[in-house]
Nanobody
């Protein structure tokens, strides 16, 4: 059973930074994508940033391009999300995801089998 353990959420003022971490364990197959989704109150879950594990190629959603950076530590099955220039609209529960499948749409939530419990990010104005 795949397990995803997130850490690093918290509260920060607008313009500040946070770094999220997610460690994966329990997979008997190679993870193909790992990354982050988020869900704000009253809104649908949306993709934020994911990384293709074999190629180290990142994908970003438009609202966070230029502000967030996704990276990985392959040896420790860990993915990070460095969030800079945070805005109040970034406030959400952030979820780590992973899949062992070669999926077609990496920023769509329905593509992912495995989800973490989530970590809250709150950005105040």
């Amino acid at each position: 059973q795949v397990r995803l353990l997130e850490s690093g959420g918290g509260q920060v003022q607008a313009g500040g930074s946070l770094r999220l971490s997610c460690a994966a364990s329990g997979s008997s197959s190679t993870n193909v994508y790992m990354g982050w989704f988020r869900q704000a109150p009253g809104k649908e879950r949306e993709g934020v940033a994911v990384i293709n594990i074999p190629s180290d190629w990142p994908l970003y959603a438009d609202p966070i391009k230029g502000r967030f950076t996704v990276s990985q530590d392959k040896g420790n099955n860990t993915v990070y999300l460095q969030m800079d220039s945070l805005k109040p609209e970034d406030t959400a529960m952030y979820y780590c995801v992973t899949t062992t499948d070669w999926i077609q749409w990496p920023l769509r939530p329905g593509e992912y089998k495995y989800w973490g419990q989530g970590t809250q990010v709150t950005v105040s104005s």
